[in-house]
């Protein structure tokens, strides 16, 4: 089992739906999670930190973290043809360093 | 969020040739840089964590040999890849850990990563 498991994709969504990105993680000792969205032939962008069970919105970005079921995820609403892009889940791990899952990619169709 | 840079952006070198990447945070003094890499559709793959003032941490299977980290000052860290091959090839990217706003809460920022080419 790997450690940080995300759907490959791609997924693909209309223009002004909701994108939903999914992440389990295998380490129950984990305290920080992050989204990082990156775009073709460029490095990672950080766009969401959690550490807490529950919701946390930034904009039209709302990241879910479920310790219990150790499944974390993010929700993009209303989004844009410029929301296109791979997304990383990463998990710290007890040792400090980020995991990074395969990565989501996501198409928004105009 | 932390601001970070690395040069060159993009390097094509011939088999054989050592190739040093720089890594600089510009707007923080940082300790403890990370260097990944990335080969295509794949995930970010940590190499290794680069120490301020002493020895990096490779992960298991990157050869330290190979892969040469110099972290001289608080803002500046290298990597050179040394007799490089077509196999080395792929995405360098480095980052730095900066607060987030909380004790012990830190998150990761990512350079813009170099490219490296060996024919």
């Known amino acids: 089992q790997k450690e940080v498991e995300q759907n490959s994709g791609p997924l693909s969504v209309p223009e002004g739906a909701i994108a939903s990105l999914n992440c389990t993680y295998s380490d129950r000792v984990s305290q920080s999670f992050f989204w990082y969205r990156q775009y073709s032939g460029k490095s990672p962008e950080l766009i969401m930190s959690?550490?807490?069970?529950g919701d946390k919105e930034d904009g039209r970005f709302t990241a879910q973290l479920n310790k219990a079921s150790q499944y974390v995820s993010l929700l993009i609403r209303d989004s844009q043809p410029s929301d296109s892009a791979t997304y990383l889940c990463?998990?710290?791990?007890?040792?400090?360093?980020?995991?990074f899952g395969q990565g989501t990619e996501l198409s928004v169709k105009p | 969020g932390a601001v970070v840079s690395q040069h060159p952006s993009w390097v094509i070198c011939k088999s054989g040739t050592s190739v040093k990447i720089e890594c600089r945070s510009l707007?923080?003094?940082?300790?403890?840089m990370f260097w990944y890499r990335q080969f295509p559709k794949q995930s970010l793959m940590l190499m290794a964590t680069?120490?301020?003032?002493?020895?990096?941490?490779?992960e298991q299977g990157v050869e330290k040999d190979k892969f040469l980290i110099n972290h001289a000052s608080l803002t500046l860290s290298t990597l050179t890849v040394t007799s490089a091959h077509p196999e080395d090839s792929s995405f360098y990217i480095c980052?730095?850990?900066?607060?987030?706003?909380?004790?012990?809460?830190?998150?990761?920022?990512f350079g813009p990563g170099t490219r490296l080419t060996v024919l």
């Open positions: 980052s730095v850990e900066g607060l987030a706003g909380g004790p012990s809460l830190t998150e990761q920022f």
């Open positions: 990463a998990v710290r791990g007890g040792g400090g360093k980020l995991i």
């Open positions: 959690i550490y807490s069970n």
């Open positions: 707007d923080f003094q940082a300790t403890t």
């Open positions: 680069s120490n301020e003032g002493s020895k990096a941490t490779y």
